[in-house]
Nanobody, 125 residues
Framework: EVPLQASGGGLVQAGGSLRLSCTASGFTSDNYGIGWFRQAPGKGREGVAC????????FYFATVKGRFILARDVAKDTVSLQMNSLKPEDMAVYYC??????????????????WGQGTKVTVSS
């Protein structure tokens, strides 16, 4: 397993912004993906957005598309998730995960199998 370090959660008012970061330490190449997932109280884990580290291709779920933006820093093995126009329904514990992703892998946020600790996002209405 590759250790993951997630950070950036907190309290924000509806309409505000937060940025989460996830750093993956230990991959020997860029052929992996980092994804963000979230779990609200009483609900199952759902996908948010994912990115391939080798080519930067991304996938966003419809619930966040147009509001959340992924960015990668390959040199730092870090992905940030800029969350804008936050809504109360975005409130959840956010987890980052990784999976292997070869060149030209079609990123669709599936089969993630390595998880970091969560970071809590609270959105007040």
């Amino acid at each position: 397993e590759v250790p993951l370090q997630a950070s950036g959660g907190g309290l924000v008012q509806a309409g505000g912004s937060l940025r989460l970061s996830c750093t993956a330490s230990g991959f020997t190449s860029d052929n992996y993906g980092i994804g963000w997932f979230r779990q609200a109280p009483g609900k199952g884990r759902e996908g948010v957005a994912c990115i391939n580290m080798n080519d930067g291709s991304t996938f966003y779920f419809a619930t966040v598309k147009g509001r959340f933006i992924l960015a990668r820093d390959v040199a730092k093995d870090t992905v940030s998730l800029q969350m804008n126009s936050l809504k109360p329904e975005d409130m959840a514990v956010y987890y980052c995960g990784t999976r292997m992703a070869p060149q030209h892998y079609y990123q669709n946020c599936t089969s993630y199998d390595n998880w970091g600790q969560g970071t809590k996002v609270t959105v007040s209405s």
